[in-house]
């Protein structure tokens, strides 16, 4: 008898772990799965992340980060009904640190070019504060093509790439500085990436980042429930402590601003610059 497969093959990548490069052999479920992704810890320095994950080009369409963060919601809304709705009764917390992301960029960088990884449609920085010109990268086309357009208003466009290959198509030192929002939780070479940031930014340029933030209250008390996991488009789940360490091994220090990283927000904001 032969069994017909119905599932397609999947394309999954193994991953090291990103602050300390143990093989993905070494971590150890945190009971957070939904084969063949599980988020784990590695053994090595307690970094918590996907080991496996889909093949890059597979989050274009298949797992898009906006229709996945859809389905998880509406499934952990039935799931989990009261949670739910406790989670979202709690919401005023966020207002503690809720900002625009834009505004904080024209705080800390010097007026020019500014660019976006992850721009989707180019809506954070679209229209931009006053004298800075917005570029971004998205790796979906459709929503490069609509950022492009926006950015084209005001004298800046977005590229339709993988964040290190679209990098690459810019000069050394041309950004001022750079927005990275909700980004570098997706991102399964951000090592790789902030280098490669790192070369178009100029000499001190800032790089505002905004991720999730593993370490924060609301994680412990919701434990699995936690509205920051998401398999598996959420491949990294940083604290202060290991974004520090992962800009670091790039080249770049990490600095937390007063009022920027509360344990109470489930969101984390950092600002990353190269160092001197
Ligand atoms: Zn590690």
């Known amino acids: 008898m032969s069994v017909q497969n119905a599932m397609p ?3 999954v990548l193994q991953r090291s772990c990103p602050v300390c490069d143990n ?22 320095c307690g970094f918590v992340y996907l080991p496996e994950t889909p093949a890059q080009e597979r989050f274009v369409s298949e797992f898009a980060w906006e229709k996945s963060w859809e389905k998880t919601r509406d499934e952990r809304a039935r799931a989990q009904p009261i949670l739910t709705a406790l989670d979202r009764a709690t919401r005023f917390r966020l207002t503690v640190a809720k900002r625009k992301a834009k505004d904080v960029l024209a705080r800390v960088a010097l007026p020019g070019d500014v660019i976006e990884l992850g721009c989707g449609d180019g809506g954070q920085l679209a229209p931009p504060p006053r004298g800075l010109v917005p570029f971004g990268i998205d790796i979906s086309a459709e929503l490069a093509a609509l950022a492009a357009e926006r950015f084209a208003d005001y004298g800046g466009t977005c590229l339709a790439a993988d964040a290190i290959s679209g990098l690459e198509q810019f000069e050394a030192s041309r950004f001022t500085g750079a927005l990275l929002h909700a980004y570098l939780e997706h991102e399964i070479e951000p090592v790789a990436v902030l280098k490669a940031l790192r070369r178009v930014l100029k000499p001190g340029a800032p ?8 370490a924060s209250w609301n994680r412990r008390v919701m434990g699995p429930r936690w509205c920051g996991y998401r398999l598996p488009d959420h491949v990294n789940y940083f604290t202060p402590a290991s974004l520090e360490s992962i800009a670091a091994r790039a080249g770049l220090d990490a600095a937390f601003p007063p009022g920027w990283t509360l344990p109470t927000n489930d969101n984390m904001w950092a600002l990353l610059r190269a160092r001197a």
């Open 9 to 11: 093959s999947l394309d």
């Open 23 to 44: 093989p993905p052999s070494r971590t150890r479920g945190i009971g957070i799965e939904s084969p063949p992704w599980r988020i784990a810890a590695c053994e090595g």
């Open 207 to 214: 790089i505002v980042v905004k991720v999730p933030n593993h």
